[in-house]
């Protein structure tokens, strides 16, 4: 496989051959076909975020040290499947999901991946879609984006899936909310 990666923050991407990865258990290979290009892209490439008042915040500090491949949008074909993956099928059209938890925290175990502090998001603490492969440690990551254009669906894994578990996640806090203050009579 290749992939195109920071070598050194500010320095231009470069080209890296790599053994394409083999599936194993509930693993999935994809074959990128499409990856968005967000503004956290960019930061990682630099090195930092931009604070304001001349703080800046260090992406080493977060796992992102080179060498090390971004892009947390993307998007590509299901082109193998370790023996446990269940629910896709090889040659599916597929949105990955990037916000990757640990799986066993409670926050995990909550549904609230993205919060999870032993992240392994895509792009951002382990290797992203500037590549021609990626791996991904369930079908659970995987979104059917049938009907939307490919070039835009990737820019929604960040985007849109991160607008959609925020509304999921506020629905779901809202009915226990209101469930917890009801009176104990009731």
């Not at 977060?62 to 998007?75: A, I, K, L, N, S």
């Not at 590549?131 to 254009?149: E, F, K, N």
Request: glycine letters at 10%; a positive charge; proline letters at 6%.
């Amino acid at each position: 496989m290749i992939s195109y990666d920071i070598i050194e923050h500010g320095q231009p991407l470069q080209e890296v051959a790599k053994a394409t990865p083999r599936p194993k258990g509930t693993e999935v290979l994809v074959r990128v076909t499409r990856s968005g290009v967000c503004h956290s892209d960019l930061h990682i490439w630099e090195g930092y975020f931009e604070l304001g008042g001349g703080k800046r915040f260090y992406v080493k500090e977060r796992g992102c040290v080179p060498p090390f491949t971004v892009g947390h949008e993307p998007f590509g074909i299901v082109e193998a499947r370790g023996p446990e993956a269940r629910g896709v099928r090889v040659g599916a059209k597929r949105l990955v999901y990037p916000w990757i938890g640990c799986g066993r925290c409670a926050v995990c175990k909550e549904g609230q991946e993205n919060y999870c502090l032993a992240q392994r998001f895509v792009g951002v603490t382990k290797p992203g879609a500037y590549a021609s492969h990626l791996q991904i440690p369930h079908p659970r990551y995987l979104v059917d984006a049938t009907g939307i254009d490919e070039s835009f669906a990737a820019t929604l894994s960040c985007s849109g899936l991160t607008a959609y578990r925020d509304r999921k996640s506020t629905r779901l806090n809202s009915s226990h909310s209101s469930v917890s203050r009801m009176p104990s009579s009731a």
